[in-house]
């Protein structure tokens, strides 16, 4: 008998600032619709395990996508990307996971991302509530630790885009921000996949993941969780969004809820899957409940 | 810590993955360990050619540096560190150990994984 994921992929072209890009993105499973979102330098394959979780596609219809210059959403055909430097920028960030939705027709689907995905998370939730009836916020923050940030861009383009620097320590770099409970064939998918990006792409997405989200305490005071709630997870093995980080925009939100998640790190979907679903399942029946 | 630099010579060298991250390496690299133990690894072209005391060497002669105290180490080599001592990288941000950050640092993360992997190994009596 031949094993098959029950996994489909697609094609769809969405404009987002006058440039139409062809996104790539997968999709399992029926119900309320949930919008993946990969972290810097990555793609929705991060999304495997929860894409074949039927406990989560029996009432959900989930969507991994892979932002363009990532994974198998090649750069614009018809812009000269290669005359500028990527960057990722907060206003992009917003913009792609709605054209997606409005592309797919979804009815105010629920967003969850991790990472700069996670980051994304509070900003939709902050930018857009009427469009989301929820949003899951994997490692987000009002802003990354402060070590990181002092970095700079330099800083982080001499480590990620470096051409004395082969891409297989990004990949390797990762490691500073996984559990080392998580079993080590996860590990090497993680840093499978950061070594499989684009040149620059991962150093130019932390633009956003450092620099361009960056929100205000007046801002999160002003999130409106009965419009589109907010949920937290946040891995304690993660040092550039701690518990500690996370603790501080919750304490912020009115009605946000956070949950500290215990052996995992930065990269929980794909560290360990079978541990962070039991931070998820109970966000996703509460969600299905209040739908 | 008790560690044991012929020990970890020779796991190294006859470490796949470790012999592999290190190709093309020509130069040293320097741990200091505290309470003054100090190795230097020395390499030519990939291959580890000898792990002498290193007290002498200086930093500006190193393609790689990595030091900490001792207690830090402990914690570094720990099975199941505590956050954020799970790798070089992380200990340095988050516990101020020191990690050099030159191109060659970069460049040869891969093999700064699993030389501390080994050294787990050897600390933790799994080697």
């Known amino acids: 008998m031949t094993k098959h994921d029950p996994i489909t992929g697609r094609y769809v072209y969405l404009t987002v600032e006058g440039i139409e890009y062809r996104v790539y993105y997968e999709e399992a499973g029926q119900g309320i619709p949930l919008i993946v979102g990969h972290t810097a330098g990555s793609d929705g394959r991060q999304y495997r395990h929860l894409l074949c979780d039927e406990e989560v596609t029996r009432n959900y219809r989930v969507i991994a996508f892979d932002l363009p210059y990532h994974g198998k959403s090649l750069p614009p055909y018809g812009v000269r990307w290669w005359e500028q430097e990527y960057n990722m920028t907060k206003a992009r960030m917003i913009a792609f996971p709605n054209a997606l939705s409005d592309a797919?027709?979804?009815?105010?689907?629920?967003?969850?991302g991790s990472s700069m995905?996670?980051?994304?998370?509070?900003?939709?939730?902050s930018t857009c509530p009427e469009r989301y009836r929820a949003t899951i916020a994997v490692e987000g923050a009002l802003r990354s630790a402060v070590e990181y940030v002092d970095v700079g861009m330099a800083g982080i383009r001499k480590e990620f885009d470096n051409p004395n620097v082969n891409r297989t320590s990004i990949g390797a770099a990762m490691m500073l921000n996984i559990s080392p409970y998580s079993p080590e064939e996860n590990v090497r998918e993680i840093q499978w996949e950061y070594a499989c990006g684009g040149p620059g792409i991962f150093a130019g997405d932390l633009l956003y993941y450092y620099y361009e989200h960056n929100m205000s305490d007046d801002e999160a005071r002003a999130i409106d969780t009965s419009k589109c709630m907010l949920y937290l997870l946040t891995g304690e093995y993660d040092p550039n969004t701690s518990p500690?980080?996370?603790?501080?925009?919750?304490?912020?939100?009115?009605g946000a809820k956070f949950w500290p998640m215990k052996q995992l790190g930065h990269f929980p979907v794909t560290e360990d899957y079978t541990k962070f679903r039991q931070y998820l399942l109970p966000i996703l029946e509460e969600i299905k409940a209040n739908s | 810590m008790g560690l044991d630099c012929k020990a970890f010579a020779e796991l190294a060298r006859g470490d796949f993955e470790f012999t592999r991250e290190t190709r093309y390496l020509t130069g040293i690299i320097k741990l200091e360990f505290g309470g003054g133990i100090v190795w230097a690894l020395n390499f030519?072209?990939?291959?580890l050619t000898l792990v002498e005391d290193g007290v002498a060497v200086s930093d500006s002669d190193c393609k790689i540096v990595v030091g900490g105290r001792s207690d830090q180490w402990e914690s570094l080599l720990e099975d199941k560190p505590l956050p954020f001592y799970q790798c070089l990288q992380s200990?340095?941000?988050?516990?101020?150990?020191?990690?050099?950050?030159t191109n060659e640092t970069f460049a040869y993360l891969p093999a700064l994984n699993r030389m501390?992997?080994?050294l787990r190994q050897l600390k933790n009596g799994r080697a």
Do not use: F
């Open chain 2, 91 to 101: 200990a340095a941000v988050k516990h101020q150990m020191k990690l050099s950050d």
């Open chain 1, 117 to 125: 995905g996670g980051h994304l998370a509070c900003d939709l939730a």
């Open chain 1, 104 to 112: 797919l027709g979804l009815d105010r689907p629920v967003y969850m």
């Open chain 1, 244 to 254: 500690k980080e996370t603790q501080a925009l919750a304490d912020l939100v009115p």
């Open chain 2, 116 to 118: 501390t992997t080994l």
């Open chain 2, 44 to 47: 030519h072209n990939g291959v």
